[in-house]
């Protein structure tokens, strides 16, 4: 990997791990918190990631990129896990 795509990797791993703590405590401690709720902030995420016609740049991207990944494995996890 080269060193200007180094970083990229480290700050996704970082969000990515952030962003399911923090789903993980919301759904533990809010008890009015719905897979709906999380499915909707998903949908949101897909429509603002769609909604860079300026341009975030590089980490944004990489910011965004991994939000939408964690919810997506989240919600998954927690469907699988209703079963």
């Known amino acids: 990997m080269a060193i200007s795509e180094e970083w990229q990797e480290i700050k996704y791993r ?4 952030q ?10 401690s809010d008890p009015n918190c719905k897979i ?7 949908r ?3 429509i ?4 860079d016609q300026g341009g975030r ?4 991207d ?3 990129s991994a939000t939408i990944a964690a919810y997506e494995h989240f919600i998954a996890e ?4 209703r079963e």
Do not use: H, P
């Open 14 to 17: 970082e969000v990515f791990e």
């Open 19 to 28: 962003e399911l703590r923090g789903l993980s405590r919301r759904c533990q």
């Open 44 to 46: 949101n995420l897909y």
């Open 62 to 64: 990489t910011i965004m």
């Open 57 to 60: 740049g590089c980490l944004q």
């Open 78 to 81: 927690f469907e699988k896990n």
């Open 48 to 51: 603002m990631d769609g909604a």
């Open 36 to 42: 709906e709720d999380l499915q909707a902030t998903l």
